[in-house]
């Protein structure tokens, strides 16, 4: 078991990403806090734990509401004690190139995708630091170094999140929390079947065109981004910091 005893927080896990990476923490020893927008959806990620003999609780929050995410943190703490392990995965997509998009759908993008990040961190932190111990995950994308196109305020949020990662990891490294990022390519969940309803008239041709942008010339399955997070989160990546991991089938360099 890689995460015994591991208290874990994931934002967004009611889907895709976040909800395999609970899955597979759960299964690897973990408590996860499964975190969602959705009650509907967190529940089934929980219940879908508890059927399998883990351990599991269901925490609403917004994460970009200051006083929905204290309420949260607060809540993990008084049942708890502590947090291990933040993962920040809850995120939006954004479509459009610069003059395309709204200043309400940019804002929007920005605030889940970064603010979305900043304030779990800050409430979780004090606690992290007062233990001297803890691992901070947090999403970033592909995009942050490769342009494709009409991604304007996508690629510019998950560029926030490695360059935000990586200053945090500086200021907290003397507390013994690790700060790394994720940058997954193209992984097939709602919401990239969302992304490519809303960007292409014929979203089977443009799974095609992600295929070939990718070395492995087929797209990632939650499951791929699961396995990174576990490793990020547990002690075997003790020496990672401020790392940024690609699980990206080759996009990056294809
Ligand atoms: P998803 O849409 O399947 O899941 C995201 C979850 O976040 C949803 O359950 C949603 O309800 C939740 N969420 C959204 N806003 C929230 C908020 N304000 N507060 C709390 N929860 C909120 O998406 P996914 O594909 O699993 O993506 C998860 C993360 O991975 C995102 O940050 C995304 O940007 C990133 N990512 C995804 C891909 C991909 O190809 N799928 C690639 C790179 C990075």
């Known amino acids: 078991m890689r995460?015994?005893?591991?208290?874990?927080?994931?934002?967004?896990?009611?889907?895709?990403i976040g909800r395999s990476s609970?899955?597979?923490?759960?299964?690897?020893?973990?408590?996860?806090?499964?975190?969602?927008?959705?009650e509907d959806k967190g529940q089934e990620t929980v219940e879908d734990i508890q059927a399998a003999g883990g351990q599991a609780i269901f925490v609403q929050a917004n994460v970009t509401s200051p006083e929905s995410v204290q309420a949260m943190?607060?809540?993990?703490?008084?049942?708890?004690?502590?947090?291990?392990?933040?993962?920040?995965n809850a995120g939006v997509s954004g479509v459009g190139a610069?003059?395309?998009?709204?200043?309400?759908?940019?804002?929007?993008?920005?605030?889940?995708?970064i603010?979305?990040?900043?304030?779990?961190?800050k409430f979780v932190l004090p606690y992290m630091m007062e233990r001297r111990e803890g691992s901070i995950i947090n999403m970033s994308s592909c995009i942050a170094e490769i342009g494709l196109a009409r991604r304007a305020s996508y690629s510019a949020s998950k560029g926030a999140v490695l360059a935000l990662t990586k200053s945090m990891q500086v200021d907290y490294a003397s507390y013994?929390?690790?700060?790394?990022?994720?940058?997954?390519?193209?992984?097939?969940?709602?919401?990239?079947?969302?992304?490519?309803?809303?960007?292409?008239?014929?979203?089977?041709?443009?799974?095609?065109?992600i295929?070939?942008?990718?070395?492995?010339?087929?797209?990632?399955?939650?499951e791929d981004v699961a396995n990174a997070a576990l490793f990020l989160a547990s002690d075997e990546s003790r020496f990672m910091m401020g790392s940024p991991l690609y699980i990206d089938g080759g996009a990056t360099f294809g």
């Open 3 to 16: 995460l015994q005893n591991k208290i874990t927080l994931i934002t967004g896990s009611g889907s895709g």
């Open 22 to 38: 609970a899955l597979l923490f759960a299964r690897e020893g973990a408590t996860v806090i499964v975190n969602d927008l959705h």
């Open 73 to 88: 943190v607060d809540t993990v703490i008084g049942r708890y004690g502590r947090i291990d392990v933040l993962f920040n």
């Open 98 to 113: 610069i003059h395309e998009v709204e200043p309400e759908a940019w804002d929007r993008v920005i605030s889940v995708n």
């Open 115 to 121: 603010r979305g990040v900043y304030l779990p961190c």
């Open 176 to 209: 013994n929390i690790r700060v790394n990022a994720l940058l997954p390519g193209t992984i097939f969940t709602p919401f990239v079947e969302d992304y490519l309803k809303k960007s292409y008239d014929n979203p089977e041709e443009a799974i095609e065109s």
């Open 211 to 222: 295929k070939k942008r990718q070395l492995s010339g087929e797209l990632g399955r939650p």
